[in-house]
Structures are given as C-alpha cells and as structure tokens.
C-alpha cells in the first residue's frame, strides 16, 4: 500500500502562485510514476500533471502547460506541483496519486490517491 499526504492548497488571488507537496509512503518511491489531477465541483476528476519514476518525462495538460511545473524530490519521496499566474478557473480540490509502473496519464490507471488539497483561486 501507498499512502500520499498532499498539503500547499489555498485561498489565492488570480495571478498568485501555489506550491503543492505530496509526500508518499509504503513502496519505493523511486517505483512510482506520480501525478496532480484536479476536479472542480460537478466536473470530472481531470490530469493536471504527470512525472514518471526517474523524473526525465513530464507531462502537462494544455490548461496549465507553460504556468505549472511538476517535480520530484527522491530524497524527501516528495512530489510537487508549482503553480504560478492561477486563474479563477484552477479552483479545483486537487488530488495527488501514485501508480505501480510506467509512465502514464489517465486517472484511471493511478491506484493510490492522496486526500485532496483544495485550491481557491479569486478573481
């Protein structure tokens, strides 16, 4: 098993910026692809970021290409998503997960999941 502690959500003004921390234990950390997905109230849970287990490959989703960058940090087993020029439309809980394995970035495919850090983006 897999547990993932997610802190860093917020109340944030658009145009602020966010760091979000995963921290993950029970398994290799060094054995796990990790991702950032996020899901706004009566939407679906979407693919913000992914980062595979060397952390060579990244991956980003068009709506936060170029404003996020996802990272890991092997030595605190710690995965983090920064974010910077937020908008109202990145307010989402977001949710941290891990997977066995390859690089991948469809939610389906991830088996542990943190608890969910909200992110509150005002205008």
């Known amino acids: 098993q897999v547990q993932l502690v997610e802190s860093g959500g917020g109340l944030v003004q658009a145009g602020g910026s966010l760091r979000l921390s995963c921290t993950a234990s029970?398994?290799?950390?060094?054995?796990?692809?990790m991702g950032w997905f996020r899901q706004a109230p009566g939407k679906e849970r979407d693919v913000v970021a992914t980062?595979?287990?060397?952390?060579?490959?990244?991956y980003y989703a068009d709506s936060v290409k170029g404003r996020s960058t996802i990272s890991r940090d092997t030595a605190k087993n710690t995965v983090y998503l920064q974010m910077n020029s937020l908008k109202p439309e990145d307010t989402a809980v977001y949710y941290c997960?891990?997977?066995?394995?390859?690089?991948?970035?469809?939610?389906?495919?991830?088996?542990?999941w943190g608890q969910g850090t909200q992110v509150t983006v005002s205008s």
């Open positions: 980062i595979s287990r060397a952390g060579g490959i990244t």
């Open positions: 029970g398994r290799s950390f060094t054995s796990l692809t």
């Open positions: 997960a891990a997977r066995n394995g390859g690089f991948d970035t469809t939610a389906l495919s991830y088996s542990y």
